[in-house]
């Protein structure tokens, strides 16, 4: 008994913030952040609190943190500018005391507590079309006091550990805490319930992601309108982003063929069985911290063709191909070699499934708290 209160008491108790749920796209920054929690939930060492700005209602499914949230006085657009224009309200206000905070995204809430801070990405410093001006001013502001303030910056790759030392950040202040992934077995009735479902007859190439630039969509549909001879669809998954025209963009398959079916967000009981079934999943980012949607492929069977030179290369490693986002041939290419031989694609299949094995989210959870007891005096 007395082991058991000495361990309570040297639990450390961590505010998160966990804002981005409410997102209008809750993207990959808020899956991310949502596997730590919840493995970081699963131990005896941290005891988590969420912070959120204040909402009437819980964040859409499967956003919805696994830990209580307590929430600030101010909405989220005016909490962000209070907190990088008048460094106000401390994010104590809402938890009172804790060891440690972690912000999860480059919104820095100012505080008593060390600060941890995660970075997903700086796409936005190598090229600010990929956001919008608005998203360019708060990013900077944003990096700026992550670069001041935070004891300790967390990213999930190499690709954007680079990108933070570059834009000046103190290279003994960074730690790479890689995602993971929760796979689950997909049975074959699965798959074809879904492609019942979404009318999905042919082989098909699978895109999932944001609608915005830097996702490269423009470069699959290009890619895929060279493989115009063979009886195939382009399957899209992901929200509508912004600064892209995917109407335009998809004016290059008019005649040719293949059928393009635009799905919106799906929920995981409908996104797996499509990873599971697809003939390739094509993802040639331009540019990415991370990369979940290529690891979600992989875990659930789908060959991968992904983009070399950036952090998407240092999730699939060997187990996927990888091409230069920017050749378009290149890409038409890869997804040939995949579409064209059954036994390549049944190897990528269980090459990315042991790759994939390797990202568990309980490791994000073991090197994160080791981050919270670094900083800790």
């Known amino acids: 008994m007395w082991g058991q209160n000495h361990e309570v008491e040297h639990r450390r108790r961590v505010a998160v913030t966990l804002e981005q749920c409410w997102h209008r796209v809750p993207g990959g920054t808020a899956t991310s952040i949502l596997g730590t929690v919840a493995a970081l939930a699963r131990r005896t060492d941290v005891e988590v609190i969420g912070v959120a700005a204040r909402h009437g209602a819980q964040p859409a499914e499967p956003f919805n943190p696994p830990v209580d949230v307590v929430q600030l006085p101010l909405p989220r657009l005016a909490l ?28 820095v809430p100012p505080t008593r507590a060390p600060l941890v801070m995660t970075i997903h990405d700086l796409a936005f410093l190598a090229d600010p079309s990929l956001v919008t001006r608005h998203g360019n001013r708060f990013f900077r502001r944003g990096t700026e006091l992550a670069r001041r303030h935070a004891r300790l910056v967390l990213v999930p790759s190499e690709a954007t550990a680079a990108e933070c030392r570059a834009a000046g950040f103190d290279p003994e202040r960074l730690r790479i805490v890689p995602w993971g ?31 915005e630039p830097r996702k490269n969509l423009g470069g699959v549909i290009d890619a895929v309108a060279g493989l115009a001879d063979r009886e195939l669809d382009l399957v899209i998954v992901g929200p509508d982003g912004w600064n892209e025209d995917l109407d335009q963009r998809l004016g290059v398959l008019d005649g040719s063929g293949v059928g393009v079916h635009r799905l919106g967000f799906l929920p995981p009981r409908d996104l797996l069985p499509l990873y599971a079934g697809a003939g390739v999943f094509c993802f040639p980012s331009l540019r990415e911290g991370f990369g979940m949607p290529v690891l979600d492929a992989m875990a659930h069977g789908a060959p991968v063709v992904t983009s070399a030179g950036t952090a998407t290369a240092e999730v699939a490693g060997d187990a996927g191909l990888l091409v230069d986002p920017l050749d378009t041939e290149a890409i038409t290419s890869a997804l040939a070699s995949v579409l064209d031989d059954p036994t390549r694609a049944d190897q990528m299949r269980v090459a990315g499934r042991e790759r994939a094995a390797r990202f568990t989210w309980d490791h994000t959870a073991r090197l994160t708290a080791a981050a919270y007891a670094e900083v800790i005096p």
């Open 181 to 211: 992934v929760d796979p689950r077995p997909v049975s074959s009735s699965e798959v074809e319930t879904v492609r019942d479902r979404f009318g999905l007859t042919r082989p098909y190439v699978l895109f999932v992601g944001t609608v």
């Open 80 to 107: 962000y500018e209070a907190w990088h224009g008048l460094r106000w309200p401390a994010i104590e206000r809402a938890t009172g005391p804790v060891d440690v905070v972690h912000a999860t995204a480059v919104a």
